[in-house]
T-cell receptor, first 114, second 113 residues
Framework: DAKTTQPPSMDCAEGRAANLPCNHSTISGNEYVYWYRQIHSQGPQYIIHGLKNNETNEMASLIITEDRKSSTLILPHATLRDTAVYYCIVGSPISSGSARQLTFGSGTQLTVLP | DVKVTQSSRYLVKRTGEKVFLECVQDMDHENMFWYRQDPGLGLRLIYFSYDVKMKEKGDIPEGYSVSREKKERFSLILESASTNQTSMYLC????????????FGNGTRLTVT
């Protein structure tokens, strides 16, 4: 699976958009980009995923560059409850005999400031 | 919403004890996973299962085994707990082997003394 690179931490003012970048320059053609977040002492929560088109749901938007080597997760109006570690992961469907699924890195600690 | 329930939030066990961590999901997912999470190391895959009675080793299976007797339940077993198995253990499930996302439980923080 491709590796991802994220900044270790970011701050964002409450009510403003939070833009979290992720670099995945070695992504292969069938790998999707997934975003999860983990609030302290809870399990990771799925946010959104995409292949090459931009995606939007009730939580966030995902912008993937045309070459697919990077992406940005956008939380349009950040609240204090969005303070969490955000993980960008790339992965492909499980294939027979594959021992790897989604590989989580260290993520970005987003702190939303009042 | 998918619910993945881990039986204990906190557990303290002694070195050498046999430990069972239980996980149940309520959405008829075929695939279930056990991860451990440690500071600075991210999430590491221990074992996963495609189906009942099926299991495959992840990246760090040593010292662990699993059991999947029913589709909704996936158990992680520490045959003889050691202090280096003190960690946060996370169970997850997903609908298919394709692109569906993982859904996680809230974790079990295990301390081995």
């Amino acid at each position: 699976d491709a590796k991802t690179t994220q900044p270790p931490s970011m701050d964002c003012a409450e009510g403003r958009a939070a833009n979290l970048p992720c670099n995945h320059s070695t992504i292969s053609g069938n790998e999707y980009v997934y975003w999860y977040r983990q609030i302290h002492s809870q399990g990771p929560q799925y946010i959104i995923h995409g292949l090459k088109n931009n995606e939007t749901n009730e939580m966030a938007s995902l912008i993937i560059t045309e070459d697919r080597k990077s992406s940005t997760l956008i939380l349009p109006h950040a609240t204090l409850r969005d303070t969490a570690v955000y993980y960008c992961i790339v992965g492909s469907p499980i294939s027979s005999g594959s021992a790897r699924q989604l590989t989580f890195g260290s993520g970005t600690q987003l702190t939303v400031l009042p | 919403d998918v619910k993945v329930t881990q039986s204990s939030r906190y557990l303290v066990k002694r070195t050498g004890e046999k430990v069972f961590l239980e996980c149940v999901q309520d959405m008829d997912h075929e695939n279930m996973f056990w991860y451990r999470q440690d500071p600075g190391l991210g999430l590491r895959l221990i074992y996963f299962s495609y189906d009942v009675k099926m299991k495959e080793k992840g990246d760090i299976p040593e010292g662990y085994s699993v059991s999947r007797e029913k589709k909704e339940r996936f158990s992680l077993i520490l045959e003889s707990a050691s202090t280096n198995q003190t960690s946060m253990y996370l169970c997850a499930s997903k609908w298919d082997r394709g692109i569906s996302p993982l859904h996680f439980g809230n974790g079990t923080r295990l301390t081995v003394t």
